[in-house]
């Protein structure tokens, strides 16, 4: 899969691409990630990218010529099959798994990077989708497009081990990960719980549903709305809540 990002700070992104498993599905050539700065489309010979607003007000606003020819020549240079253009702002649709299983189905993704000072309104005639990472303000889009290349590049097969992918089809089921220990049994007082000692798998599979079940209902009981319940879990929710 294909990632470009359009943005005025490409250095942001050169540790983060390199550590851990994106590093290694970059080295391995199962992402690709490619950087174009923005400022390398100024119009005019001093690199000017933004300019004061109309109307006034303080601030900035990235102009919009620099970026649409930037976009315009990323564009030309993609040769997938299909190519989602996105731009990072807060006031984007909300990113959830299941927007990130969407964006999965693309072959490319273009991202722009938002800018915290604003960026100019015609600008937007040229994305397909705008996308948030929640509700709170970042200085600038470029942690956001860290984000979706991360949670978008692990759905590719191959990026992620066996066991991790189940992870995600966990959180797609609704629940909370059950709790995980590893040595020692014992630490300052604290136990591991008998079960997981046990070898009982039968029992270790039954114990982690329910502690992800009850886990889920105690720090975000809005998942169960949409959760994949079994009729066992259900009375175990009843059992837990004593009540439907
Ligand atoms: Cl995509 N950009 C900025 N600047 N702030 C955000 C965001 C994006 N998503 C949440 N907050």
């Not at 995980?180 to 982690?208: D, K, N």
Request: with cysteine.
């Amino acid at each position: 899969m294909k990632f470009s990002v359009l943005t005025l700070f490409p250095d942001f992104f050169s540790s983060p691409l390199s550590q851990s498993i994106i590093g290694r599905a970059i080295e391995k050539g199962l992402l690709e990630v490619s950087l174009h700065n923005i400022r390398d489309y100024a119009q005019d010979k001093h690199g000017t990218v933004d300019d004061t607003p109309y109307g006034g007000g303080a601030g900035m606003v990235l102009r919009v010529e620099p970026v649409v020819s930037c976009l315009d020549a990323v564009k030309k240079g993609c040769h997938a099959e299909s190519t989602l253009t996105i731009l990072t702002t807060p006031q984007g649709v909300r990113l959830d798994q299941r927007l990130v299983e969407e964006l999965a189905g693309y072959q490319a993704l273009i991202i722009l990077c938002g800018r915290y000072e604003g960026i100019d309104e015609r600008t937007r005639a040229f994305v397909d989708m705008e996308v948030s990472i929640g509700d709170y303000i970042l200085t600038g889009g470029e942690i956001a497009a860290l984000v979706l290349i991360d949670s978008v590049g692990r759905l590719v097969p191959g990026v992620v081990g066996q066991k991790d992918s189940l992870k995600t089809e966990s959180f797609t089921t609704g629940l909370l990960e059950y709790p995980q220990y590893t040595r020692p049994p014992e630490f300052r007082g604290m136990r591991v719980p008998e079960v997981l000692l046990s070898g009982h798998h039968q029992e270790i599979r039954r114990w982690r549903r329910r502690e992800s079940i009850k886990r889920t209902l105690e720090r975000r009981p809005d998942l169960l709305d949409s959760a994949e319940l079994t009729e066992e879990d259900i009375r175990f929710i009843k059992e837990l809540t004593g009540k439907g």
